[in-house]
């Protein structure tokens, strides 16, 4: 009764969790990217994405304005005025503040610090101090203080703002876009054309060598692609296509290729016999049969492998640093300008977190277009 057909496998739920936590591993980092994407660096440094919607407590030292030009006489003394917050609608809430770096919550909001030779120094709920002198006039450096606040929830749109559209930086990330796309879909569509031709000739016509053209299709998919780069750009630019668009077309055609004719292949010699002889019959070329039976036929696996190159090309990073080689920056794809922005911007960690979703927004939106042609390309041949 053990083996009765259709019967669930004691497995079952071990394949549930597994696939449950493959889904969360991906979805949680994410959702942070997104989260912190319209957050502040404040809040990212002083919290997690997860206490987005709820204060966070933040401790940042200040210093009062200089009192040589903002000192004020009031008859008993001088006095220094000022605010830690600009004017805006959510103001931090204080907890505490301190004069030393050794006691930062010495003193709650409304309490008066004794700074000695008759200087006192107050803060007020909103941000706003006074610093007093007694009968001698205030000078020197503006006192320095310690506060820790609960920050509200913030979020804003000026992270993308800097990233894609300001004219003032040279790190904007938009032209790196429109470059990633003149890269990424010629070598998406080249390897589509090309293979399907292949896979179509290595299914079903006869010529001598063809099983090993497939042997060797197979071999060339464990082939490391590291070790055919240095050759194929002194190739590149011995011919004189090396450093640009072109050199990084083809470079990309050749690496995904194999995969692409391996996939292929395998659905359309699963594809009906009796349909391809009946066309054969009737009169019809190989590219005939080809173009109006083959293509309709293998347009899962076709978008299957489409998603696979486009994803593979547009996060690549290694065969843009070997072929679009450019000092002024006319060629630089997403990846490469999110590696200077590390650099450039190493703590800024809104700016790294905004163009990081960028780069990853148009992957998603095409994968999850195009994922059930996934599902049944990849299946493709399994069953008969």
Known sequence: MDNIAGKKSSLTWAVHISVVALVLLW?????????????????????????????????AQHRAVDPDDHRISDGAGYRVEGAIFAKKSKIPEIISWGTSSRAIDAYRVGEVADLGEGETFSIAADGSYVWRGNDKQISGRGQRFFITALVPPEFTTDNYHFVLFDENNRQGMTKAFFNTLTVTIPATIIPILIAAFAAYALSWMEFPGRSLLIAAVVGLLVVPLQLALIPLLKLHNDIGIGKGYLGAWLAHTGFGLPMAI????????????????????????????????ILPLSFPALASFAIFQFLWTWNDLLVAMVFLIDSSGETTVMTRQIVELLGTFG??????????????????????????????????????
Request: charged share 15%.
């Open 262 to 293: 391996y996939l292929l292949r395998n659905y359309m010699v699963g594809l009906p016999r009796d349909i391809i002889e009946n066309a054969k019959v009737d009169g019809a070329t190989d590219f005939q049969i080809f173009v109006k039976i």
């Open 347 to 384: 703590g800024d960690w809104e700016v790294l977190s905004t163009a990081a979703f960028v780069s990853i927004s148009v992957p998603l939106v095409v994968f999850f277009a195009m994922q059930k042609y996934l599902v049944r390309g990849l299946l493709s041949g399994s069953v008969k």
């Open 27 to 59: 979805v949680f980092p994410t959702a942070g990217l997104l989260v912190s994407s319209f957050r502040t660096s404040e809040q990212i440094i002083s919290s997690g994405w997860w206490q987005s919607l709820t204060p966070s407590e933040i401790s």
